[in-house]
């Protein structure tokens, strides 16, 4: 059975930090592409940042010198840091987890969320 867990999501001020978590269990995380994604109320989910097997890391425009996407294989988690956080980041943050060699064969996450308020 394939779980994505993700927690950290939370509270937090304009210019503060969360830093995400995203544990998966049932897939040989080391060759899957890992991502985070967001939804906010009313829009269409989007990509925040992605991170290869390889390490190979691209990122929103809108969260590029902000947010920084990491791996640890060796505990099958992604992490997603993310600093100086504005009130347009508040959003149920998702994470996938995508085989890249098969189309069709990605998981997800139940969301955690992330609000940016004073």
């Known amino acids: 059975q394939v779980q994505l867990v993700e927690s950290g999501g939370g509270l937090v001020q304009p210019g503060g930090s969360l830093r995400l978590s995203c544990r998966a269990s049932?897939?040989?995380?080391?060759?899957?592409?890992m991502g985070w994604y967001r939804q906010a109320p009313g829009k269409q989910r989007e990509l925040v940042a992605g991170?290869?097997?390889?390490?190979?890391?691209n990122y929103a425009d809108s969260v590029k010198g902000r947010f920084t996407i990491s791996r640890d294989n060796a505990k099958n988690t992604v992490s997603l840091q993310m600093n100086s956080l504005k009130p347009e980041d508040t959003a149920v943050y998702y994470c996938k987890g995508e085989y890249p060699y098969a189309a069709g064969r990605r998981y997800w996450g139940q969301g955690t969320q992330v609000t940016v308020s004073s």
């Open positions: 049932g897939i040989n995380f080391n060759v899957f592409t």
């Open positions: 991170i290869t097997s390889g390490g190979i890391t």
